[in-house]
């Protein structure tokens, strides 16, 4: 993705070759495929990916495969005083001083930064993908309530497991580790789905399916019996929280404003939101733009973001409600499972 | 794990302080469980976890567990000329340069080496652990083969399926992304699993659970249908191979020898024999020690290893076979799972 942009920028900044060592989800956003472990070059005319002649790669557009062989380094290494740009945010100090070694005339400079503002803007085919995995996703929420029984379903991790499978038998990967948290698990905001049995209460569900190394992220809440006025008044308020930052995202408003619209619905439950309003998704789960109390960045075309405030009770219950939504001129909601609180 | 013995070579090499930044896998081997983000700092005499309060940590022996908060680094932050141990391998150039400033009179030092040398030589509550993984992993394989039918399994992707819902139903994670390979597949090693339709051949699958942070590897094959008496002769050649240098796997040898021992056996299929013969495995699923040709670490009390050949064949097929293994003595399998060649 990009890579056109990208080698502009490297021209603009007289960057002569950038570096990226995997881990690096940048090597992703570039190639479009996950490698590992991988060494992508870029300079102003031309990419590079070294991989491992274990993995089977595809063909990229303008980037040149290769397979790691004996001595492959040494190639590269030069002794002029060339810019050469890496992504501090990834790269470890073992590398760094490496890279020192193989170009020891080099100037160090920081890509991190130009990377990520290219990232926080997503193409059409990029968005496509998010799109696609928040469908799976979808279908794996409306499918856990068709198939939804006490004899199936008897702990959060029944529900874990149908959850993945049923992303996977879509031909997605799960994203991130699942989350099902059943009545008071669910005041654990990051909770590990367990063998607690299902029993009555809130049950929450906060998944996602990537396809296509891009991700989805949703958390839908049901009741398993049948819920008491107040505990259908806490999910309306915190639905209406939700649903209010979501109709307030328009271009140029801040993500810090949608934070405080959300706050200010919940009053004086504001105080057990003990997280940040949303983040930035795509080939990492959590990425740019920042969505949350004080974020001063405004919200552009091509952003894609979630929106998740939630409400935690330690000890009693938790709630939270998340969407994946884009930005395309108005905000679309990607993810589509109803948001209606429903008993099972 | 081992914390004890971390804080004596601090002692011993005048190191004041470390710190370990997540990503970092050294982080769960000294508490033994899992956070992200967290930030681990040992002395000579203590040591605190910073994670994030979304997360419920258990209460871990030796170990202050405190929440980040708003000014948490400037607490800990100082003008002190002490020396600073940190994993260079893993640490991030963005996380060293803030350090710089945090603690801007330290000497760093890189402690990456002396904690791989403690997690080569595991402790018996690990290799209980890793222990426990194989038999999850033992189990999944022995189902598999029982449920096994062809109305049910259709592609790769059922069969992985199946096994990773075997290991999440006993309560184990999934290790790495599982490799379900049919036919030719096979012949790539790091073969991503797809909807490719099982028909006749062989079936390789390569696939571990994790249990409590700690990993099982283990690939065996199955034929789907009859074997040719070349496919069985090729197979009988890989599993002797692999049985001996799993026989020559004992105190004092080198892991380099074992993979000679293997070459040797392959004959004229060593061109065939395209990756390490084995590797380390713990907390990582490659970890040290370095298993493979020209190793010279030899083989002690307590390392944890697995041993798999493979032979590829590209285009037509491939096979490979793995066992992990524990050395408390002798050379034990820890993984069970027979290797004579099934037929389904």
């Known amino acids: 993705m990009k890579l056109i942009e990208f080698r502009s920028i490297l021209r603009k900044k007289k960057i002569d070759l950038v570096w990226l060592s995997s881990p690096d989800p940048n090597i992703t956003y570039f190639t479009q495929q996950a490698f590992d472990p991988a060494i992508l070059l870029v300079t102003q005319r031309s990419a590079v990916v070294y991989v491992s002649a ?3 790669a595809k063909p990229i557009k303008g980037v040149t495969i290769r397979h790691f062989k004996l001595g492959w380094q040494k190639k590269i290494s030069h002794n002029r005083a060339i810019s050469l740009g890496v992504n501090k945010d990834k790269l470890t100090v073992a590398t760094y001083e490496g890279l020192k070694k193989l170009f020891p005339k080099a100037r160090f400079v920081d890509i991190s930064k130009d990377v990520t503002v290219l990232r926080t803007t ?8 998010i799109a696609k995995a928040c469908t799976i996703t979808d279908n794996a929420f409306s499918s856990f309530v068709k198939k939804f029984n006490r004899r199936k379903f008897k702990t959060e991790q029944d529900v874990a497991l149908f959850l993945e499978d049923s992303i996977k038998s879509q031909g997605g990967g799960v994203g991130f580790p699942t989350i099902v948290a059943m009545g008071k698990n669910a005041a654990v905001p990051h909770h590990k789905v367990s063998l607690t049995p299902l029993k009555r209460g809130f049950l929450l569900m906060d998944f996602g399916a990537s396809y296509k190394n891009y991700n989805a992220d949703m958390t839908r809440m049901v009741f398993l019996g049948k819920p008491t006025k107040a505990e259908r008044e806490m999910y309306g308020l915190l639905l209406k929280a939700q649903e209010s930052a979501i109709e307030t995202a328009s271009k140029g408003v801040t993500y810090g404003e949608l934070d405080s619209v959300s706050r200010k619905i919940l009053g004086k439950y504001d105080k057990q ?13 959590h990425e740019s733009p920042r969505v949350g109390g004080g974020s001063k960045e405004k919200i552009e075309r091509g952003h894609v973001f979630t929106i998740e405030p939630g409400v935690y009770f ?11 939504l884009v930005f395309d001129g108005k905000t679309k909601i990607l993810t589509k499972s109803s948001k209606k609180l429903i008993s099972l």
Chains 1, 2 share one sequence.
């Open 54 to 56: 274990l993995d089977k």
């Open 122 to 129: 997503k193409t059409s085919a990029e968005i496509n993908k």
């Open 273 to 285: 939101f003990t997280h940040a309003l949303g983040h930035g998704i795509g080939i990492d789960v």
């Open 314 to 324: 330690p000890g009693k219950y938790g709630l939270r409600i998340e969407d994946t």
